[in-house]
Each structure stands twice: as C-alpha cells, then as structure tokens.
C-alpha cells in the first residue's frame, strides 16, 4: 500500500473557500513535503515540512504534521479557480529505508469560480 | 535556471519501435528520477541515480525498460522494444539529495499505436 495516502481522493470548492486536504502515512519520516500537479504538467513542490516541525506556512498554504497520529494536513486559505489541481504529499519513510521519496496518489481539487 | 528539460515533449510510435526519451537535470542536482504516470496506475517510480549511480530500478516494468546516466547533466529512458501499455506521460525529476525537494520536467507524453 502506499506509504503517503491523501484523503479525500477529491474535493469540490466553491472559490474563497478553504480547502483542507489530508495525508496519511504508516512509518517513520524524516520530512513530508506537498506537490501540487496541475493538468499536462509536472509536479511542484509546494512546502517540506520535518518531522521535527508541526506547523508550516508559506502564502496561503498552511501545513501541519503530527507524527503521534502519522498526519499530515495541507489548508488553501481562500481558494482561487487556480488552485484547481492535484495535490499530492510524498514521504521518506521507512519503507524506502528513508532513501527516497514515496508519492500519495493524490486528491483532485476544483475550485468553482 | 531552466529548469528540468525533457525531450521529446510528445512521442507517437508503433509497436516494436525503440523510444528514448531523453533529461537534462537541474545543475547541482545529484538526484535523478524518472517516472511514469497513467491513470490507472498513477504515478510510479521507474528509477532513480545518485551521483549517476542507478540506486534503485525495482519500478522498472521489465527488461524492455533501460535508463543511463552517462553524466551529471544528461540521462536517456529507453523502450525497445514499445508496447501499446507503454502509453503514459513519462517525467524526468531532479533534486539536490534523494529525499530533498524534486523538480519535475514538463514530461513526455508517449503514445503507442
């Protein structure tokens, strides 16, 4: 199974709404970080935060991570219709013997002007 | 910085045909990943190199899949021979360490007739 898995796997928003999207995860991490993928392209990385950090800002992206309850939640503050993507988190954990990352599948926002 | 450059963008082939897909990473960057992603399966790691060492291939699908390093600035996918299933969009990421940021090319997208 995967070791990064997001929930929901898709969101519907209307815009100026928050949109609250989580990761669960099943070992250890060092960090967890947040891609979001908008259609026909690459992932971009949007924030890391370590395991030794609970809450992270960047713009209207916030994150936290609580490594009791191996969580992690990424909030869009007062969405746009170009938020509208994929948003992905991805893991060092255990499984890969912290060598690499492991990807989520993902949860697919839309924002509805 | 460009940025991670891929080429082909887009590749149409037939059935037997050989395809390299091709990747300049982001200089400075160690870490070298190549994935691929459908919607049935999204998104895998075929492999990836350290320092131009291959450290992981256990996502290449099978023997048809080969992928080199040659230099710190350039790395081939090759598929000989390709197979309908090949079909996907095909991403080349770099990144400074095997667990740090990744930055994703704008992918190749393969069609196999």
């Known amino acids: 199974s995967q070791q990064g898995e997001e929930d929901p796997q898709a969101l519907s928003i209307q815009e100026g709404e928050n949109a609250t999207m989580n990761c669960s995860y099943k070992?250890?991490?060092?960090?967890l970080q947040w891609y979001r993928q908008n259609s026909g392209r690459g992932l971009v990385h949007l924030i890391l935060?370590?395991?030794?950090?609970r809450e992270k800002h960047s713009g209207r992206l916030r994150v936290t991570l609580d490594t009791s309850k191996k969580s992690s939640s990424l909030l869009i503050t007062a969405s746009r219709a170009a938020d509208t993507a994929s948003y992905f988190c991805?893991?060092?954990?255990?499984?890969?013997?912290?060598?690499?990352?492991?990807f989520g599948e993902g949860t697919q926002l839309t924002v509805n002007p | 910085d460009a940025g991670v450059i891929q080429s082909p963008r887009h590749e149409v082939t037939e059935m037997g045909q050989e395809v390299t897909l091709r990747c300049k990473p982001i200089?400075?960057?160690?870490?070298l990943f190549w994935y691929r992603q459908t919607m049935m399966r999204g998104l895998e790691l075929l492999i990836y190199?350290?320092?131009?060492?291959?450290?992981?291939d256990s996502g290449m699908p099978e023997d048809r899949f080969s992928a080199k390093m040659p230099n710190a600035s350039f790395s081939t996918l090759k598929i000989q021979p390709s197979e309908p299933r090949d079909s996907a969009v095909y991403f080349c990421?770099?990144?400074?360490?095997?667990?740090?940021?990744?930055?994703f090319g704008p992918g190749t997208r393969l069609l196999v007739l």
């Open positions: 990421a770099s990144s400074l360490t095997p667990v740090a940021a990744q930055y």
């Open positions: 070992t250890s991490i060092n960090n």
């Open positions: 935060i370590r395991s030794n950090e």
């Open positions: 991805a893991t060092d954990g255990e499984e890969t013997s912290g060598s690499r990352l492991t």
């Open positions: 200089s400075g960057h160690n870490s």
């Open positions: 190199f350290n320092n131009n060492v291959p450290i992981d």
